[in-house]
């Protein structure tokens, strides 16, 4: 069928649009993810860019209150859902981990696709009713406000009800394979980092997604069926609410962050040519994270009248928290000493996530002192804080991920001069937008307001136009990766150098992985033993190399 | 007040907002120094350590416990500081002083109330004395809220169905910006108050005028103060701005088509029925979200706002008024 073997691979074999629609491959549904999440990430960037308008004068700019409360609550919810959750395991953790175990596919490839479509139908449900009954309640569908609201909230939260079965189905799909699939000899802790971290994300997954389907069903009975659980009018308490929710909530932001962590493990040790150091304490301080994660969610609620007690407990379970991430940073930074860095685009990433992350977790200690908490709770302090973790942690480690494996999927380069000038602006923008906001949250700043205070309006006004730069850095992102799959050069099979399996098979992989059966010759990060010839070096580089 | 007091937090105007902020400055210098330690190894790292030449297997221990257990320990040691630290404040401005005046806070779509002990009830204006401890006893009518002043370092949710308690003592004089932090609404933003902090001479002088009723005033004009204090503004214009509801300029004497389509004619019984029970005829247009003010106002109060729209009318003196 082919004239050469070695054009034969999983995007082209077999054709035709129903052979991507029914596959079992886990690369194409990986893809698939890929692209679904790529729509919900332009979507959520745009309605951001129309909040920082809105917010750049004091009064009414382009739309009123209502239309803002909408917005910001679509931002949240799509970016939340839709994009941040399920970005690295489902598309890249889809894409990579069977390569990484040296497996063909994960455990259960229908289960894999399934949770696919469910994804797409829950992320569609989900759009199209805050969109058609105007949800305003942000993103946390707080009571009694939600179960107030004239407008429906119960299609909104049947829509997150049906994406957290996508969320369970990949996290078990993940377990099973990790556990099952190994390739024979490969033990637990020869695996690559991000199939530790993975691991750990699965458990969550697993574990505290029940819960958030659980407290929707709750809002649903209560709002369709009038039983008081959460409304007061009723008898029911809507600061139980609030636990339910944080209970999966918080968990769930280590869902977000704990595979942007292991891709931070992979690159780092990769463009260092560096024997990771601490393999284990990065290991096992992920699901440290994973399991004290679980016992923290009260930090959420130090003013909501929760009692001082539980609030002084969360408080120190926070700290403890807080250590093993402490742990991973400084790893990262001794990986790193007398190693031979290179600083092309996945290391520029990884760097950025090492700068924003450090803030993101610094000032995540000012939120866990309940003392100081108290004046910044509800601020665009806070607003600061979570984006600096969710965009300067995980999106910039989606980010270091995606252009790292970008040759793996597509085998064409991007244009490193190009992904160097992006990845500069988005660091540069995000900065822009997001520190100013510190600053206006420690002046007092409410996070949710439409219209502000004069007082607050330079800093807003910077913001906004920080949100622009940013918007600029991801458009020439979005041009160069497009431009690339067209007229990219060819990858070779190991561009970077790196060690671990799924950098053994041809570029990009044939359907079933890997052309002859993978063998392990050495550790995923035995750059003390190896060395590994960068195809990279080989093929003529953008303009900068 | 400190260092960062003025480039992050704005002057800190109660006993307890001196504690925050030295705890505040102490987290801001030390995350300052252990991200310039971070970020400046890692930085010198990427240059000290470019690869240069030929690839070859690089050295160095990949494990060391002395090492990690030393980068494990020290941050475990910073964490317990602060946190005993914060711990402590926090019990200040936990445990209400025994003394304190208690004021009763009620939060709703979307303004303030504040009850006091002597009778008097004003809306979205706190007005206390300096130097003398105030306890909020707080709840919500509707929707959850969060009473927030920056100026004290205080916020706390006002919860339906459920008492909150903070409190707090302002030390100057002044006016302080109170804003609602916890999302309900259309009009969230504009939940916004006053603490008006005055000596204790004056507060006892407004005590003892507050509850007159507007004594030696005309209804208009006591109208026209009401239209403030009970904030009637957050909704109502006076110059034809259409906001959450409709506008109060040219209003009095004319027909109002309602969201059903009939219409009625603006009158001092459509005036006092859509105080009392503003859902009963919602204009054309706008949100039945106005809530009753019901017990709020008492009825010369509702006579004197009665007075003032009607001085806003085609006929009347709204120039005078304003």
């Given at each position: 069928m082919y004239d050469n073997e070695s054009e034969r691979n999983y995007l082209n074999t077999p054709r035709g649009w129903k052979s991507w629609l029914f596959t079992l491959d886990h690369k194409r549904i990986g893809l698939m993810y890929l692209i679904a999440m790529g729509a919900a990430f332009l979507l959520g960037g745009i309605l951001a860019t129309l909040v920082r308008l809105e917010l750049l004068t004091p009064g009414r700019d382009i739309m009123g209150a209502e239309t803002y409360n909408q917005i910001f609550t679509l931002h949240g919810a799509v970016m939340i859902f839709l994009f941040i959750i399920p970005s690295i395991p489902a598309a890249l953790g889809n894409f990579i981990l069977p390569q990484m175990l040296g497996a063909k596919d994960v455990a259960f490839p229908r289960l894999n696709l399934a949770s696919w479509y469910i994804f797409v139908a829950g992320s569609l449900f989900a759009v199209y009713s805050i969109w058609t009954s105007a949800v305003d309640t942000g993103w946390t569908f707080?009571?009694?406000?939600?179960?107030?609201?004239?407008?429906?909230?119960?299609?909104?939260?049947?829509?997150?009800?049906?994406?957290?079965?996508?969320?369970?189905?990949?996290?078990?799909?993940?377990?099973?394979?990790?556990?099952?699939?190994?390739?024979?000899?490969?033990?637990?802790?020869?695996?690559?980092?991000?199939?530790?971290?993975?691991?750990?994300?699965?458990?969550?997954?697993?574990?505290?997604?029940?819960?958030?389907?659980?407290?929707?069903?709750?809002?649903i009975i209560e709002k369709a069926g009038g039983v008081g659980i959460f409304d007061p009018a009723m008898g029911g308490d809507p600061v139980l609410f609030q636990h339910f929710f944080w209970f999966y909530s918080h968990p769930a932001v280590y869902i977000m962050i704990?595979?942007?962590?292991?891709?931070?493990?992979?690159?780092?040790?990769?463009?260092?040519?560096?024997?990771?150091?601490?393999?284990?304490?990065?290991?096992?301080?992920?699901?440290?994270?994973?399991?004290?994660?679980?016992?923290?969610?009260?930090?959420?609620?130090f003013v909501s009248t929760q009692s001082p007690l539980a609030a002084v407990i969360f408080s120190f379970l926070t700290f403890m928290n807080a250590i093993p991430s402490g742990v991973k940073i400084f790893n990262w930074m001794a990986t790193m000493y007398k190693g031979h860095i290179k600083l092309e685009t996945p290391m520029l990433y990884a760097f950025s996530f090492l700068f924003l992350f450090t803030i993101g977790g610094l000032t995540g200690i000012f939120l866990g002192v309940i003392a100081t908490d108290i004046h910044l709770h509800n601020t665009y302090f806070v607003v600061a804080h979570f984006h600096y973790v969710m965009v300067g942690g995980t999106v910039m480690a989606f980010l270091a991920g995606i252009h790292y494996w970008w040759p793996k999927m597509f085998g064409k380069m991007y244009s490193e001069f190009w992904a160097r000038i992006a990845c500069l602006i988005i660091f540069i923008g995000f900065n822009f937008t997001f520190f100013t906001q510190f600053i206006l949250g420690t002046k007092g700043m409410p996070r949710r307001y439409y219209t502000y205070l004069d007082q607050y309006q330079p800093l807003h006004a910077f913001s906004s136009v920080g949100s622009w730069i940013l918007g600029l850095g991801f458009i020439i992102m979005a041009i160069y990766l497009i431009h690339s799959l067209v007229k990219g050069e060819k990858a070779g099979r190991n561009p970077w150098g790196a060690l671990t399996l799924e950098w053994t098979s041809p570029i990009p992989p044939p359907p079933e992985n890997f052309d002859k059966d993978p063998v392990l010759n050495h550790g995923p990060y035995d750059y003390d033993k190896v060395v590994m010839e960068r195809d990279i070096d080989k093929v003529k580089m953008g303009s900068v190399s | 007040m400190d260092t960062t007091g003025n480039i992050f937090l704005p002057s800190g105007q109660s006993t307890i907002a001196g504690e925050v902020d030295a705890l505040f400055s102490f987290l801001f210098w030390a995350s300052m120094i252990l991200f310039a330690i971070v970020m400046g190894g890692v930085g010198y790292f990427i240059w000290r350590y470019r690869h240069r030449g030929r690839e070859t297997v690089t050295s160095g221990k990949a494990h060391s416990t002395a090492l990690e257990f030393t980068w494990t320990a020290i941050p475990i040691i910073m964490v317990l500081v602060v946190f005993f630290w914060g711990f402590n404040v926090y019990m200040k401005m936990q445990v209400v002083p025994k003394d304190a005046l208690q004021i009763k806070v009620t939060g709703q779509k979307w303004f303030w109330s504040f009850d006091y002990p002597h009778g008097a009830a004003t809306v979205n204006e706190l007005v206390i004395p300096a130097g003398k401890s105030v306890k909020l006893l707080m709840s919500s009518k509707d929707v959850i809220?969060?009473?927030?002043?920056?100026?004290?370092?205080?916020?706390?949710?006002?919860?339906?169905?459920?008492?909150?308690?903070?409190?707090?003592?302002?030390?100057?004089?002044?006016?302080?910006?109170?804003?609602?932090?916890?999302?309900?609404?259309?009009?969230?933003?504009?939940?916004?108050?006053?603490?008006?902090?005055?000596?204790?001479?004056?507060?006892?002088?407004?005590?003892?005028?507050?509850?007159?009723?507007?004594?030696?005033?005309?209804?208009?004009?006591?109208?026209?103060?009401?239209?403030?204090?009970?904030?009637?503004?957050?909704?109502?214009?006076?110059?034809?701005?259409?906001?959450?509801?409709?506008?109060?300029?040219?209003?009095?004497?004319?027909?109002?088509?309602?969201?059903?389509?009939?219409?009625?004619?603006?009158?001092?019984?459509?005036?006092?029925?859509?105080?009392?029970?503003?859902q009963a005829k919602v204009a054309a247009g706008y949100d039945p979200v106005m809530p009753t003010y019901q017990g709020i106002l008492k009825d010369r109060q509702i006579d004197a706002l009665v007075e003032y729209i009607k001085s806003l009318g085609k006929n009347g003196a709204a120039d005078e008024a304003e």
């Open positions: 707080y009571t009694p406000y939600s179960t107030d609201s004239t407008k429906s909230v119960i299609s909104m939260t049947l829509g997150v009800f049906i994406l957290g079965f996508s969320s369970i189905f990949t996290g078990l799909n993940f377990i099973v394979t990790i556990h099952k699939l190994r390739l024979p000899g490969q033990k637990w802790f020869e695996l690559p980092l991000f199939v530790w971290g993975l691991y750990a994300t699965a458990i969550i997954q697993v574990l505290a997604t029940p819960v958030l389907s659980i407290t929707l069903v709750l809002l704990l595979p942007g962590m292991g891709i931070i493990s992979e690159v780092i040790s990769v463009f260092s040519r560096k024997k990771i150091f601490g393999y284990k304490a990065i290991a096992f301080s992920s699901i440290a994270i994973a399991f004290i994660g679980f016992l923290v969610w009260g930090h959420h609620m | 809220h969060s009473f927030f002043v920056p100026s004290f370092r205080i916020k706390m949710d006002v919860v339906p169905n459920r008492y909150s308690v903070t409190w707090f003592e302002a030390m100057n004089p002044g006016n302080y910006d109170l804003l609602c932090t916890e999302f309900c609404g259309k009009g969230h933003s504009e939940m916004i108050g006053l603490v008006k902090v005055v000596s204790e001479r004056e507060y006892n002088e407004w005590v003892e005028t507050s509850a007159s009723l507007g004594e030696g005033l005309s209804l208009a004009e006591y109208g026209a103060q009401l239209y403030k204090s009970k904030a009637c503004i957050t909704c109502h214009s006076l110059d034809g701005t259409a906001l959450v509801g409709p506008s109060f300029k040219d209003d009095f004497g004319t027909m109002r088509v309602l969201t059903g389509g009939q219409s009625v004619r603006i009158d001092e019984n459509y005036i006092r029925e859509s105080i009392l029970n503003p």
